[in-house]
Every structure is written in structure tokens, then in C-alpha cells.
């Protein structure tokens, strides 16, 4: 775990998850803090540089490269492991926390691997514990999604598998690090689908919206934070630059908001605004430029914690009062205040009003796309913050926690509203001096996101998007219902599979049965007699023929043997007369 | 906390009014502003303010449209798919 100035953070975790069990009360829970506090140390200390080299299988494996742009996303991932764990405290299953601390751990080893073999390992490693946060929700409809989001996921880890597989026989090592457009194959295009599911990239999306709002509530936080941003990591180190990731990443930015408004579960709300954030993300990877590249990290980094309060606060309200459908919700603001000014500061910042933290991070990568002479997909990136703003903004807001309906609750947990008011700080703290962040970028870049005219526009953007919301309101009024999405295709393949073998393969199956019954059985009862018969008459008369001949020759040979001396004596000088005789005739 | 939030809502018609004189604001703000950018648009008045309210509007008939046309189903929709 130690290696001259370099700790593993990842290790930390995975390790530091053996003691959870054997730990008791406010002890454990000092103790799970105590982890995540230590990960946020050990990046702020942490040199530049590579380490843990291991040689396993031939391989030259490297579990430790510390650059700028590891460092970026480590400093995120341990900052809102640290909020998660503080959110999750309340939970009382030993499980849930070991399967929170495997998660978070192979993320950052995936952040900080050098190569492909352990960024591979780390990989199918967060794949394999992460669905665990889903199935700990205990409900049938969580453990089906859970299967799902696992089966997806195998698929995507097999598509990077086979391409660094392929990549390795091509270039002879599994090095991970930038592979230039115009050089690319088939080998990087499916290491490419790997990271592209992971990053839930339209059409590799629908996994997330099926499982996130599926999670338990404390799950649901950290599945927000690491997968997808682990994977817009991954494809900024080896992608950027690629034009398919500029137009598939704006068209996920568009698509998420479009589903967002209308969807009725507040957390599938928020799963859909992921998809249309990490679009922005996936957009600026691929228009490449370093403002972009830098507006993606800025963007993965406050993406993470006010998408991270988001669901800390629709999780809350799952939490207080047992549903997230918007249509069953209202009036919260009476009971839960605070859940409500937390999760309005998360909205904004989302939606990139200034002073809050997407402000400073969402117009770098829109900025960049105009500066770099793509219109086009600057518009369409404007296009997704009104929908941002429509649906978790106003939205959410107004049938949660405003309108009316809804129960008597009681306010969250202290250490729910404490995680919440930790994120909300954050959120607020990068939005008023964002130059915190920007020096934690890859690219050293000069970016000014409070130029008077940017301020104007995007108020404005905003304000009167707004206006319309209110205009069409009721038109917008959530509805007791799920939305079709790319899902579909493999939950109905699997039913109509099902169906197919319920009515088809299992008809089959009876008339094979009866057949065999009629044909099989028969035929094997006549195979059986036949087989009787030869064995007992073939080979029973053989071998019982044999017995009997030994035993007759044995009979005869006993006979012989009478036991009379002179009786031996008068035979022998018989048959001895008998020879001398025939000698003489002859 | 939740003293201000009940006069805010008992007065809701202020904040609704100061919403939108807010907006007015902008628009006035606007002719005072030099504008910076590369494209046409970037650099024509009210360009921000118009495209918020055609993008909100179609946004939101869009998904509302194609969600009654087909999207929307029932929440058993899936069974135990």
C-alpha cells in the first residue's frame, strides 16, 4: 500500500473495508469517516509521478500514475466519498458499507492505473460491487434491475476485454494512454464502446435510468458520482478529440433533459440529468481543444458533488416519506426546509446560475465548442441547460416540495443534512472563486467565466425559459407513468424470449417427450429385453457352458481319485497291459 | 427557516412580480452591454432571451407530444421484465 510518498487512496478503502465488520456503534462510524478523511489527505500529499510497477503474468502493471488529470478526478472522487459515506452513516448493514468502500476503492484504482490489464481489474471490480448498493434495496423490481445493470455492464467490460486483447497482439503492450484519431482501429473503437457504456453514451445509455433510481437511497449517491465520471476520465486520458464523442456527447445532453421532463420518479429524473451532463462532458472529449478538455474535468468535478446533493436530497425524500413520484409528492416545504434549500442549491447549480459551481464549469466546455467553430453543438448544449433548468430546476421544485398534497414527515437525518450542507458549501465555494478548481485542471488555460456578458446570457437563457415553465405548468404536471426508452430492446427480448419458450420451446419439449415416451421408451425397454436375452443366453450360456465343462473334467478327475492303493496299482498295470498290447499289434 | 419560507409563499404574487420585472431588467441591462462573440447570434440583442423561450416552449411540447404519442405507458408496463 505504501511505496516512497505514494499511498494508494484506492487500497485504503479496500482494505480499510476488512475491519467494517468487527467494528461496533459510533465506533464504526468514526472509523468509516476516518477512511474517506484519510483518501482526501493522501491525494492532497500525493507527488506526481508513477508507481506500484508489478509484474503479474508477463505484464508490466502500473496501479499508480499520478498526473493532472488523475489528480483532478482523484480529488473529486475522495471528496464525495467522503460525503457519501457521512450521507450513508445511518445504515446499519455491515454489507452496504464494505460494498460502498470495494466501489469507491476500484474507482480510484481505475483513475490512478497506468495500464489496461488493472484498469480492466479495477473495472469489472466496481461493476461487481456497485450493483450490490442496488440490490441492498431489497425490492424485487431492484433485484431484477440489479441483474440487468450487471448483465450490461459484462458486456461493456467484455467489449474493452477483447480490445485491449486485440490492441496488446497489435502494439505488444497494454499501456493506456492517448491513441490518436486518425490512427484508431478496431481494437480502440471497442475499447471505446467499453468506456462509452460506462460514461452512458447514447445509444449505451439506458442502464443507468433503469438502475440508479432502483438503488438504495444511500447507494444511489455514490452510483451518481463514480461510474460514469471514471469513464469520461478514461476516455478524456486515451479519446479526445474523437468527432463521433463531440456529436454523440451533445446529442446526450439533449436526450437526457428531453426524458427528464417527463418523467414522474424524481431520482429517474436525476439518472436522465446524468446522462445529459456527462454529455457535456463527452462533448468536450471530443471536440478536443484544451479549453474543452478542461471545461470536461471542471464539469466530471462539479457535476460530481451537485449531482452527488441532488440525489442526497431526492434520496431524503425517499427516505422521509417512502416514494420519489412526483405525482404522490407536495408541500415538503413545510416539513423538510432544509432538505429543500439543499436540493435548490444543488438545482441551480446544476442548471448554471452564476455563483453556483455548473456556472463556472458547463459554459467552459459551451465556450470551448464556440471557440473552437462548433456552433451547432453549443446551441444544442444551451438547448440542454433550459431543459436542465425546466426539469430539476423549476420541475422537481415546484410538484416535490411546493404544490400541494404530499404527507407530514420529519426533517432528514443530522448526517443526512449535514452531507447535504457540506455539498451545498461546495457547490457555492467553487461558484464564487472557481479559480479553486480551474487550478486543478490538465491544460493551463485562461478562462474568465464572469464576464459581464456571459452573466447576461445565460440569466437570461434561464429566466425566461423559466417563464414559459410557468406559463405551461400544468401542462408539465407529472404523470403516474414510466417512459419507454432503448431499454425496451432487451427487457422485451428477454420477455418475448420467454414467451417464445413458454409456448413454442416448452410445446416442443412436451411433444419430444410423449414421443420419446412412445418411440424412446419402447425402443429402449425392446433394447433392454434383447440384451437380457442375449446376456442369458449368449453369454451366460458361454460362460455357464465353460463352468460346467471345468466342473464335469473336475467331476471325472475326483472320481479317479478313490483313494485305494491297490485299486491305483491294479489301473496302472491295466492300462500299462493296454499300451503293451497295442505296441504289440502294432 | 421555515418562517421565511411561509411569508415567501403567502407572498407569492410579490415574488412572481419581482420574477418578471427581473426580466424586464435584463432586457434593459442588455442595451448597456457590449456583446463578445464569434457567431452572428452571439452578438444579436435579446438573441439569449428569445432562444430561452422558443427552446422552453419546444422542449417542453416535444417531450410532452411524443411522451402522450407513444413513449408513456403504464407502470406495469414491464411485469417483472
Known sequence: MVSGEFIHPGFVFLLGSLLIPLLKGWLKKAYLLAIAALSIALVATMPEGTYWHVDWLGVRMVLGRVDKLSLCFLWVFTIMAFLGVLYGLHRSEDGHHVAAFWYIGSSLGAVLAGDYLSL???????????????????????????????????????????????????????????????TAGVSDYLILSGFALNAAVVPLHAWLPDAYPEATVEGAVLLS??????????????????????????????????????????????????????????????????????????????????????FMGAGAVLYRT????????????????????????GAVSISGFPLFSGFVSKNMTVSGAFEAG???????????????????????????????????????????????????GICLFIGIYPHALYRLLPFEVEYH??????????????????????????????????????????????????????RVIALLDYLWGEVWKVVGIRGLYGGAEASDSFDRKAIDGVVDGMAYGVRTIGDRARRLQWGSLQGYIALSTAIALLALILFALE | ?????????????????????????????????EHHGRFWFERTYGFWSLFGVV???????????????????????????
Open chain 1, 449 to 502: 467565466p464572469y464576464e459581464i456578458s456571459k452573466v447576461l446570457e445565460v440569466l437570461q437563457l434561464l429566466g425566461f425559459s423559466g417563464l414559459v415553465f410557468f406559463i405551461l405548468k400544468e401542462k408539465l404536471r407529472p404523470e403516474p407513468k414510466i417512459n419507454l426508452d432503448l431499454d425496451f430492446s432487451y427487457r422485451m427480448l428477454t420477455k418475448y424470449f420467454m414467451a417464445f419458450d413458454r
Open chain 1, 120 to 182: 480492466f481489474t479495477f473495472w469489472e471490480l466496481m461493476a461487481c460491487s456497485s450493483v450490490f448498493l442496488i440490490w441492498y434495496r431489497r425490492r424485487p423490481e431492484s433485484i431484477r434491475a440489479g441483474f440487468r445493470y450487471l448483465m450490461v455492464h459484462i458486456f461493456g467490460g467484455l467489449c474493452l476485454f477483447f480490445g485491449m486483447i486485440f490492441r496488446y497482439w497489435q502494439v505488444g503492450d497494454f499501456a493506456f494512454g492517448p491513441i490518436p484519431s486518425g
Open chain 1, 322 to 345: 417512502g416514494t420519489c413520484k412526483l405525482s404522490e409528492l407536495g408541500g415538503l416545504w413545510r416539513w423538510m426546509p432544509w432538505t429543500m434549500l439543499f436540493y435548490i442549491i
Open chain 1, 374 to 424: 462548433r456552433p451547432f453543438l453549443g446551441i444544442f448544449m444551451e438547448l440542454a441547460a433550459i431543459g436542465t433548468f425546466l426539469s430539476v430546476g423549476l420541475k422537481v421544485t415546484a410538484f416535490a416540495f411546493f404544490g400541494e398534497g404530499g404527507k407530514e414527515v420529519k426533517e432528514a437525518p443530522w448526517n443526512m443534512l449535514l452531507a447535504m450542507a457540506l455539498a451545498s
Open chain 1, 225 to 310: 458520482a463514480f461510474t460514469t465520471k471514471t469513464a469520461v476520465y478514461t476516455l478524456a486520458r486515451a479519446f479526445s478529440g474523437y468527432e463521433v464523442l463531440a456529436l454523440l456527447g451533445t446529442l446526450m445532453a439533449v436526450y437526457g433533459v428531453f426524458y427528464a421532463l417527463i418523467e414522474n420518479d424524481m431520482r429517474r429524473v436525476l439518472a436522465y440529468h446524468i446522462v445529459s451532463q456527462v454529455g457535456y462532458m463527452v462533448a468536450g472529449v471530443g471536440i478536443g481543444t484544451a479549453l474543452t478538455i478542461n471545461g470536461a474535468c471542471s464539469h466530471a468535478f462539479a457535476h460530481i458533488i451537485y449531482k452527488g446533493l441532488l
Open chain 2, 55 to 81: 427552446g422552453a416552449f419546444v422542449l417542453c411540447k416535444a417531450s410532452k407530444g411524443l411522451a402522450h404519442l407513444f413513449l408513456s405507458k403504464g407502470e406495469g408496463y414491464y411485469g417483472e421484465w
Open chain 2, 1 to 33: 427557516m421555515k418562517r421565511a419560507l411561509e411569508v415567501l409563499v403567502r407572498g407569492k404574487v410579490y415574488v412572481r412580480d419581482i420574477c418578471l420585472l427581473s426580466l424586464l431588467g435584463l432586457l434593459i441591462l442588455e442595451l448597456l452591454v
